[in-house]
């Protein structure tokens, strides 16, 4: 069994070699050709408040089969000076079931994660796309906005955030990219972005239907657990849905609660990898209102994961112990 420290992980994947993978694996299981299994996700309770749980599933296009085990402790960051998010993947052989890999999968969620809002924006954004907005500042958001501005040629970035002193980290993804960063309201992000990408913790809706104007692609990447919501339903209602993973967005996505209200049914929202295989449209005018549902599944983890073993394996960074 091969071991990828946690510690050696960003070196040898970069966000790039994330999006294919990620790209590939939501194709797969718009086909038929990978599944995931029922995810497991249980509040720990205590004074860590904690969120741990399971998602695992099956590729048999990819041949990854495995799991992903860990969670969110809100409390890391500020009494242990370590990110919130922690997991670790592990990965079998499906001939046999026997353990292949343990890969450390915190960087690996957040590089998944930004992978799958940045393959949302490749098919389903406007091609002229200029101003990204941002909905949260927190560790995962850097990640989604280096991702993004790889697949439009953006021009400025724009952010709000609960806490405005987070916002320098968004403010020096743009200063790497040569772009000018500037701190909005929701009505600003809501009109003046071309692009927008949520990605914070809430429970309670952020972005109102009514301060979004037409054309714009939103990626709701934040929303992974029941009662979770960053946009109002009736958001959900104007714009054309798309998600992951159909089963898991009107569970534990943003559409549970337009799907709850009866403002959308589970048919009103499309696989992504539909667009992908070229089975489904996608967008199909300018003034159309896209969003993508990203609730994160178990086969991203995986698809990730087998190409940072690869990647390991060829740079000689990867651990051999008995299985």
């Given at each position: 069994?091969?071991?990828?420290?946690?510690?050696?992980?960003?070196?040898?994947?970069?966000?790039?070699?994330?999006?294919?993978?990620?790209?590939?694996?939501?194709?797969?299981?718009?086909?038929?050709?990978?599944?995931?299994?029922?995810?497991?996700?249980?509040?720990?309770?205590?004074?860590?408040?904690?969120?741990?749980?399971?998602?695992?599933?099956?590729?048999?296009?990819?041949?990854?089969?495995?799991?992903?085990?860990?969670?969110?402790?809100?409390?890391?960051?500020?009494?242990?000076?370590?990110?919130?998010?922690?997991?670790?993947?592990?990965?079998?052989?499906?001939?046999?079931?026997?353990?292949?890999?343990?890969?450390?999968?915190?960087y690996l969620t957040?590089?998944?994660?930004?992978?799958?809002?940045?393959?949302?924006?490749?098919?389903?954004?406007?091609?002229?796309?200029?101003?990204?907005?941002?909905?949260?500042?927190?560790?995962?958001?850097?990640?989604?906005?280096r991702a993004a501005?790889?697949?439009?040629?953006?021009?400025?970035?724009?952010?709000?955030?609960?806490?405005?002193?987070?916002?320098?980290?968004?403010?020096?993804?743009?200063?790497?990219?040569?772009?000018?960063?500037?701190?909005?309201?929701?009505?600003?992000?809501?009109?003046?972005?071309?692009?927008?990408?949520?990605?914070?913790?809430?429970?309670?809706?952020?972005?109102?239907?009514?301060?979004?104007?037409?054309?714009?692609?939103?990626?709701?990447?934040?929303?992974?657990?029941?009662?979770?919501?960053?946009?109002?339903?009736?958001?959900?209602?104007?714009?054309?849905?798309?998600?992951?993973?159909?089963?898991?967005?009107?569970?534990?996505?943003?559409?549970?609660?337009?799907?709850?209200?009866?403002?959308?049914?589970?048919?009103?929202?499309?696989?992504?990898?539909?667009?992908?295989?070229?089975?489904?449209?996608?967008?199909?005018?300018?003034?159309?209102?896209?969003?993508?549902?990203?609730?994160?599944?178990?086969?991203?983890?995986?698809?990730?994961?087998?190409?940072?073993?690869?990647?390991?394996?060829?740079?000689?960074?990867?651990?051999?112990?008995e299985a």
């Open positions: 069994m091969l071991i990828v420290p946690e510690s050696a992980c960003p070196d040898l994947l970069s966000l790039d070699d994330a999006f294919e993978p990620v790209e590939q694996v939501f194709a797969a299981m718009a086909r038929g050709d990978a599944e995931n299994f029922p995810v497991v996700r249980e509040a720990l309770g205590g004074a860590e408040e904690a969120l741990y749980g399971f998602k695992g599933g099956y590729d048999r296009a990819g041949g990854s089969l495995g799991l992903k085990a860990g969670g969110y402790w809100p409390h890391n960051l500020e009494r242990r000076n370590i990110i919130n998010h922690q997991s670790t993947v592990f990965l079998f052989d499906p001939d046999t079931g026997r353990p292949t890999a343990m890969i450390g999968g915190t957040a590089a998944r994660t930004a992978a799958s809002s940045a393959v949302s924006i490749k098919h389903l954004s406007r091609p002229d796309s200029k101003v990204i907005g941002m909905i949260g500042a927190g560790h995962q958001a850097a990640f989604q906005l501005l790889r697949q439009r040629r953006f021009e400025r970035v724009i952010g709000w955030n609960f806490h405005p002193e987070m916002l320098p980290r968004l403010a020096e993804v743009a200063k790497e990219a040569g772009l000018p960063f500037e701190e909005v309201t929701l009505d600003q992000i809501g009109h003046q972005a071309d692009v927008i990408i949520s990605i914070t913790s809430s429970f309670d809706p952020i972005l109102k239907a009514a301060q979004v104007g037409p054309g714009v692609h939103i990626a709701c990447m934040g929303t992974d657990t029941k009662g979770k919501q960053e946009v109002e339903a009736e958001l959900l209602a104007r714009a054309t849905v798309f998600t992951d993973e159909v089963a898991q967005s009107v569970t534990i996505g943003e559409a549970q609660h337009a799907i709850a209200r009866g403002l959308i049914k589970e048919t009103d929202i499309t696989p992504i990898g539909a667009v992908i295989n070229g089975d489904h449209k996608g967008r199909t005018s300018a003034e159309q209102i896209t969003l993508f549902d990203g609730t994160g599944v178990g086969l991203q983890d995986l698809a990730v994961a087998k190409k940072v073993v690869e990647l390991a394996k060829a740079a000689g960074k990867a651990i051999e112990v």
